[in-house]
């Protein structure tokens, strides 16, 4: 057994340059992550001359506080982050809290390293959002929302951050909404929930979104079609109830 203590973009450089590759595998830009914690490694192997990499049993856990991995959603970083991992032959679990970009976040990221189809890789994770993070990610938010929603998220896709399916749930009860549009206001307070389903084509070239909005004076549920390159194809309104508020 090896046990480190010390700087986190350090040991990450360290373990970037073994055959774990975590820096590279999952695109982290390892040299500019900060935080200050441990690890603990054990490694077990046979007895023998020649010994097969799928031979050599392995574990990997650590923990580290104030933490930061820069650009890992759409620009945005982690920052003063608690986290803790748990790493070995099977598959990785990353657990924490911190700041991406402006908003809070809980989170737990599993992935799994032998696996078919798109179970690799899970996420779920608990936010409060503002528009300028969703504007960040490309919703025109600021142009109908004030205030923050409270998102609970889940992930799951082939492995790495490359999800195929999202599914999310939104709290809109602390956010002013207006949608002229629809001649329809929410004011702040007042209680309102959505959701929306993010999936893949079969083909993997485009994307499917579906969603839905439900508000005192309000029920819309939609849906819509993406590129490869996340422009908006088509969309369409299955249902609109609307009355102002």
Do not use: C
């Not at 046979?46 to 930061?68: H, T, W």
């Not at 899970?122 to 025109?140: I, M």
């Amino acid at each position: 057994a090896v046990i480190g203590r010390g700087d986190l973009g350090q040991m990450m450089r360290v373990l970037d340059a073994s055959n774990l590759k975590v820096g590279s595998k999952y695109g982290l830009q390892v040299d500019q992550m900060k935080g200050t914690g441990g690890i603990e490694v054990h490694v077990q192997r046979p007895m023998q001359d020649v010994v097969p990499n799928d031979s050599i049993l392995y574990s990997v856990k650590g923990g580290f506080r104030e933490a930061a991995a820069p650009n890992l959603v759409s620009g945005f970083g982690l920052t003063s982050s608690d986290v803790t991992f748990d790493l070995n032959q099977d598959g990785m679990q990353i657990t924490g809290a911190g700041q991406l970009g402006p908003a809070p976040v809980v989170f737990d990221w599993k992935e799994r390293f032998v696996h078919s189809g798109d179970n690799g890789s899970e996420l779920t994770a608990s936010a409060r959002v503002t528009p300028d993070l969703l504007n960040a990610f490309g919703f025109a938010a600021r142009n109908f929302m004030q205030g923050e929603a409270a998102v609970e998220l889940r992930a799951s896709g082939p492995g790495g951050r490359d999800f195929s399916s999202i599914t999310a749930s939104l709290d809109l009860t602390r956010s002013q909404l207006d949608i002229p549009e629809f001649g329809w206001r929410k004011k702040y307070d007042a209680p309102a929930q959505g959701s929306f389903r993010y999936g893949k084509d079969e083909d993997g070239r485009g994307a499917v979104m579906t969603g839905d909005i439900r508000a005192d004076g309000l029920e819309l549920i939609g849906e819509a079609r993406m590129d490869a390159a996340g422009g908006m194809q088509s969309a369409n309104i299955e249902r609109i109830f609307s009355r102002d508020s």
